[in-house]
């Protein structure tokens, strides 16, 4: 039994040595752009939250949309 155990650490060891990718710069890259987009922030007027891709900045101030900013 204790036979079978070390063959299948060693087929599973010599799978992770030859055949598991490393990750690639760019999926690096792209985890990081994923992980900045997940940041939200919170609308100076109404309180909604939106990602800071969609906020607007105005007088040091994120606002959710036109509208909220020019009030």
């Given at each position: 039994?204790?036979?079978?155990?070390?063959?299948?650490?060693?087929?599973?060891?010599i799978?992770?040595?030859?055949?598991?990718?490393?990750?690639?710069?760019?999926?690096?890259?792209?985890?990081?752009?994923?992980?900045?987009?997940?940041?939200?922030?919170?609308?100076?007027?109404?309180?909604?939250?939106?990602?800071?891709?969609?906020a607007?900045?105005?007088?040091?101030?994120?606002?959710?949309?036109?509208?909220?900013?020019?009030?």
């Amino acid at each position: 039994m204790l036979k079978w155990i070390i063959f299948a650490l060693c087929i599973v060891g010599i799978y992770y040595f030859f055949f598991k990718k490393p990750k690639s710069p760019k999926q690096e890259d792209k985890e990081k752009k994923h992980q900045k987009d997940s940041i939200l922030l919170e609308c100076s007027k109404c309180g909604t939250y939106v990602s800071s891709d969609e906020a607007i900045l105005q007088d040091g101030k994120y606002y959710c949309s036109k509208e909220c900013a020019q009030c």
